[in-house]
């Protein structure tokens, strides 16, 4: 019989905790790529919420094979790449992965195996870039029409089959997402919808994969997004702000309870706004006499610039800003991912509407405020 010592024994075990432990907290993403040359190809792997970007690499074998060893979560999203143009994203849900892969184009009907998930998001990426691509032709379509009198009879027609096909790709994003609201594939879609109309499905997902994966930063932002939605619907009283104005003398919005103001969100460099100011100074001269009064928070960075937008835009009404760009405070505290962005308030300072403008907030006005 063998003789063993306790030193030898003791080896032993450690050699077994050390390789359970490493089967524990490691996972492997691997496979083969198909196609010309694809042995001796630098493959590159990164966490897609890791910032900046940190990138591992491998070189894959004379057939094409590779293999990475990624820590175990509940929940991983990387990109698997060959190039800045050529690359997948995994889904990494505390299984390992193997992968068949083109090598001319790795998200080009992928096999997957150990990641539901990932076939989830490449279902739906398939479906909906169907229909990107049929809007790109007819955006096409639509240009080509403008240019020619011999064509612009058919801008009608190609109208209409535009706002079809935007309607049925939300149907069937619509339909995708409340089928895998648990899926973290939903991350890569819901965004295609809008938060303020479509809140309900917003809410599905964003309840479904926080309950799974709270640790995740996307699903943790995407969360945090629903609760202030919820808190920014009409009747919700309006979060307060408190910035500089141009003289850097903190006002707050709530300085002007007792009137219904509009919270303008805007900047010196966003031409859409600027486009715009006209109509807003011609609204508020219109009812600033009626108990109307607006806030305007701008998103710019330089004083220079944004002092010399409000002189030359004539906006004479109440204007702040930290100047943090879109880590402006105020942008924060209304979830404002896009200007112009404006919030109606009324006079006992809860919240009315948002995102109105041109007609739909002048009618708007002369519902609460009267038309003479």
Same mark, same amino acid.
């Given at each position: 019989?063998?003789?063993?010592?306790?030193?030898?024994?003791?080896?032993?075990?450690?050699?077994?905790?050390?390789?359970?432990?490493?089967?524990?907290?490691?996972?492997?993403?691997?496979?083969?790529?198909?196609?010309?040359?694809?042995?001796?190809?630098?493959?590159?792997?990164?966490?897609?919420?890791?910032?900046?970007?940190?990138?591992?690499?491998?070189?894959?074998?004379?057939?094409?094979?590779?293999?990475?060893?990624? +820590?175990? @979560?509940?929940?991983? !999203?990387?990109? *698997?790449?060959?190039?800045?143009?050529?690359? %997948?994203?995994? &889904? $990494?849900? /505390?299984?390992?992965?193997?992968?068949?892969?083109?090598?001319?184009?790795?998200?080009?009907?992928?096999?997957?195996?150990?990641?539901?998930?990932?076939?989830?998001?490449?279902?739906?990426?398939?479906?909906?870039?169907?229909?990107?691509?049929?809007?790109?032709?007819?955006?096409?379509?639509?240009?080509?029409?403008?240019?020619?009198?011999?064509?612009?009879?058919?801008?009608?027609?190609?109208?209409?089959?535009?706002?079809?096909?935007?309607?049925?790709?939300?149907?069937?994003?619509?339909?995708?997402?409340?089928?895998?609201?648990?899926? +973290?594939? @939903?991350?890569?879609? !819901?965004?295609? *919808?809008?938060?303020?109309?479509?809140?309900? %499905?917003?809410? &599905? $997902?964003? /309840?479904?994969?926080?309950?799974?994966?709270?640790?995740?930063?996307?699903?943790?932002?995407?969360?945090?997004?629903?609760?202030?939605?919820?808190?920014?619907?009409?009747?919700?009283?309006?979060?307060?702000?408190?910035?500089?104005?141009?003289?850097?003398?903190?006002?707050?919005?709530?300085?002007?309870?007792?009137?219904?103001?509009?919270?303008?969100?805007?900047?010196?460099?966003?031409?859409?706004?600027?486009?715009?100011?006209?109509?807003?100074?011609?609204?508020?001269?219109?009812?600033?006499?009626?108990?109307?009064?607006?806030?305007?928070?701008?998103?710019?960075?330089?004083?220079?610039?944004?002092?010399?937008?409000?002189?030359?835009?004539?906006?004479?009404?109440?204007?702040?800003?930290?100047?943090?760009?879109?880590?402006?405070?105020?942008?924060?505290?209304?979830?404002?991912?896009?200007?112009?962005?404006?919030?109606?308030?009324?006079?006992?300072?809860?919240?009315?509407?948002?995102?109105?403008?041109?007609?739909?907030?002048?009618?708007?006005?002369?519902?609460?405020?009267?038309?003479?």
């Amino acid at each position: 019989m063998p003789n063993f010592s306790q030193r030898t024994i003791t080896s032993i075990f450690c050699l077994l905790f050390t390789f359970t432990a490493f089967s524990q907290d490691s996972l492997f993403i691997k496979g083969r790529i198909t196609g010309s040359n694809t042995g001796n190809q630098t493959l590159a792997l990164s966490d897609i919420v890791v910032a900046p970007p940190v990138s591992v690499t491998t070189i894959t074998g004379k057939d094409g094979s590779f293999s990475f060893t990624v +820590p175990s @979560s509940p929940l991983s !999203i990387y990109r *698997l790449y060959l190039s800045g143009e050529n690359f %997948i994203m995994l &889904l $990494v849900t /505390g299984e390992s992965i193997d992968l068949e892969l083109n090598a001319e184009k790795l998200n080009l009907n992928p096999v997957i195996r150990g990641s539901e998930d990932t076939r989830i998001l490449y279902d739906i990426a398939v479906m909906s870039s169907a229909y990107d691509k049929k809007l790109d032709s007819l955006n096409k379509a639509y240009g080509e029409a403008r240019g020619s009198e011999q064509l612009q009879g058919r801008i009608p027609v190609i109208q209409a089959a535009y706002e079809q096909a935007v309607n049925e790709q939300k149907t069937r994003l619509k339909q995708a997402l409340t089928t895998y609201p648990a899926s +973290p594939a @939903s991350l890569f879609f !819901i965004d295609k *919808l809008e938060i303020d109309t479509d809140l309900g %499905i917003y809410s &599905l $997902v964003a /309840g479904e994969l926080y309950s799974k994966y709270p640790a995740h930063k996307l699903v943790a932002d995407l969360k945090l997004r629903v609760d202030l939605e919820k808190e920014l619907q009409p009747g919700k009283p309006a979060p307060e702000i408190n910035l500089p104005d141009m003289d850097g003398k903190p006002v707050k919005l709530s300085s002007l309870r007792g009137k219904i103001v509009m919270i303008d969100f805007w900047a010196s460099w966003c031409s859409p706004c600027r486009r715009e100011n006209p109509e807003v100074v011609r609204i508020y001269n219109r009812f600033k006499d009626k108990g109307f009064d607006i806030y305007g928070v701008s998103l710019d960075r330089d004083a220079n610039g944004w002092f010399g937008a409000i002189a030359k835009d004539g906006l004479v009404w109440t204007q702040v800003s930290d100047l943090k760009y879109w880590e402006s405070a105020g942008a924060k505290a209304y979830g404002v991912k896009a200007i112009p962005h404006t919030v109606l308030i009324n006079r006992e300072g809860k919240i009315i509407a948002r995102k109105l403008r041109g007609k739909a907030l002048e009618d708007k006005l002369e519902e609460l405020l009267g038309k003479d």
